[in-house]
């Protein structure tokens, strides 16, 4: 299977501009996905193929990457932005990362 | 509006069986695949099993292969998973989703239910 790995946490200030990684145990080309899940809720797609911002999500929101390196960008970070970010790869089965909690100061 | 309904979760005995139910509407339901993941309490989400659009083809992770089945029922715009042998280790959230296919290579799921929590425990 192929594994991804993800900070666990982040703290950061709203207004400021906050990057999550995901790193792959091998390439996945595009195929990197990122979810939302605020506490208590279901997740959110927020960014398809990498770097295509799901229809409805905010612009603050952006991804890069390909192969085995990806980030979720959200500048500026927003009081609302707390929530646990997960990125998931389709490229050789589905498998997701275990989640990167993002805390807003 | 795009809406998943999970019903049938609940506390079971190790080794007994249980169905979840999703109930979907908002959207033709018989142009989608679906698929279920899971969240063990405090954990993060694993891939469960994926059915096709028209029920088909079936996709499971290996943990669950020869336990659970993921099956649909087109004219009830309903999705299931039957599951059985049930262990500790399947205690979890389980989430309906609908996949769908984006720029013509990216499979990802697009809408999630609320979830149905599931535990095992004797």
């Known amino acids: 299977d192929t594994v991804l790995t993800q900070s666990p946490a982040l703290a950061v200030s709203p207004g400021e501009r906050v990057t999550i990684s995901c790193r792959a145990s091998e390439s996945v080309s595009t195929g990197m996905h990122w979810y939302q899940q605020k506490p208590g809720q279901q997740p959110k797609l927020l960014i398809y193929?990498?770097?295509n911002l799901e229809s409805g999500v905010p612009a603050r929101f952006s991804g890069s990457g390909s192969g085995t390196d990806f980030t979720l960008t959200i500048d500026p970070v927003e009081a609302d932005d707390t929530a646990t970010y997960f990125c998931q790869q389709s490229w050789n089965d589905l498998t997701f990362g275990s989640g990167t909690k993002l805390e807003i100061k | 509006e795009v809406q998943l309904v999970e019903s049938g979760g609940g506390l079971v005995q190790p080794g007994r069986s249980m169905k979840l139910s999703c109930a979907a509407s908002?959207?033709?339901?018989?142009?989608?695949?679906m698929a279920w993941v899971r969240q063990a309490p405090t954990k993060g989400l694993e891939w469960v099993a994926t059915i096709s659009y028209d029920g088909s083809s079936t996709y499971y992770r290996d943990s669950v292969k020869g336990r659970f089945t993921i099956s649909r029922d087109n004219a009830k715009s309903t999705l299931y998973l039957q599951m059985n042998s049930l262990r500790s280790e399947d205690t979890a959230t389980y989430y309906c989703?609908?996949?769908?296919?984006?720029?013509?290579?990216?499979?990802?799921?697009?809408?999630w239910g609320q979830g149905a929590s599931v535990t095992v425990s004797s």
């Open positions: 193929g990498a770097s």
């Open positions: 908002g959207f033709t339901f018989s142009n989608y695949g």
């Open positions: 989703t609908r996949v769908v296919l984006r720029s013509r290579y990216y499979y990802v799921m697009d809408a």
